[in-house]
């Protein structure tokens, strides 16, 4: 069973940046792909950065050019920097992982099957 921690939230103000961690704890050898997702109240789960085992990655439109998603130099870990941030932006920010072979990672979040608690993003304009 993996466990995956989020840390980094916060609030800015609009055009500020943050920069989330993920840490995957207790994970096993295997192709795993790791996301970023977003949801914000009454809205769904929506897939903000997804990188495959050998470093290919998938942004969403709402935050390509703006946010970077990189993995971590120690265990399996996940980072994502957001830059420029919106008002539109602010949400609980989840990391999401999965052993697949995808040809390219996913942005769905039913396709993943472990997930942190989150951290919440909150961007004031």
């Known amino acids: 069973q993996i466990l995956l921690s989020e840390a980094g939230g916060g609030s800015v103000q609009a055009g500020e940046s943050l920069r989330l961690s993920c840490v995957a704890d207790g994970y096993t050898d295997g192709h795993w792909y790791m996301a970023w997702f977003r949801q914000a109240p009454g809205l769904e789960r929506e897939g903000g950065a997804a990188?495959?085992?050998?470093?290919?990655?998938v942004y969403s439109k709402a935050v390509e050019g703006r946010f970077t998603v990189s993995k971590g130099t120690i265990g399996k870990s996940l980072y994502l920097q957001m830059n420029s941030l919106k008002p539109e932006d602010a949400a609980m920010y989840y990391c999401?992982?999965?052993?697949?072979?995808?040809?390219?990672?996913?942005?769905?979040?039913?396709?993943?099957?472990?997930w942190g608690q989150g951290t919440q993003v909150t961007v004031s304009s």
């Open positions: 999401a992982a999965a052993i697949a072979h995808w040809l390219r990672p996913k942005l769905s979040a039913s396709d993943y099957r472990f």
């Open positions: 990188m495959a085992p050998a470093g290919s990655i």
